[in-house]
């Protein structure tokens, strides 16, 4: 099982009850998690030119070891005023299968 509190991921051992891995990021993420095979995904902060905006960023952790990856992020059309010319905003993450292949 794994879960999020802020900046903070947790993964637990259901049979019996020790934390797997613990980690600590340099980012808030959002509580709302959803999962496939070895991964779960979830919203975050940015972690680079984005953090001045208020946006989010999908995030893909690898629950084995607790990697993060940042994958899918909103565009912003930064030469037309910024955050108030979004193109686009990640509000959640759902993967599924269809036809033996991963789809987000």
């Known amino acids: 099982m794994t879960y999020q509190v802020r900046s903070r991921s947790y993964c637990v051992n259901l049979d019996n009850g020790t934390t797997f891995w613990k980690k600590r990021y340099n980012r808030n993420f959002k509580n709302l998690l959803t999962g496939i095979d070895n991964y779960i995904f979830l919203m975050g902060q940015p972690k680079d030119t984005l953090q001045n905006y208020d946006t989010c960023v ?3 952790i690898n629950i084995n070891v607790g990697e993060i990856k940042e994958f899918l992020v909103t565009n912003i059309d930064f030469n ?7 193109i686009t905003e990640i509000g959640y993450i759902k993967p599924f299968r269809r036809n033996g292949n991963i789809y987000i």
Do not use: Q
């Open 58 to 60: 999908g995030n893909e």
């Open 80 to 86: 037309s005023g910024g955050e108030v010319n979004k």
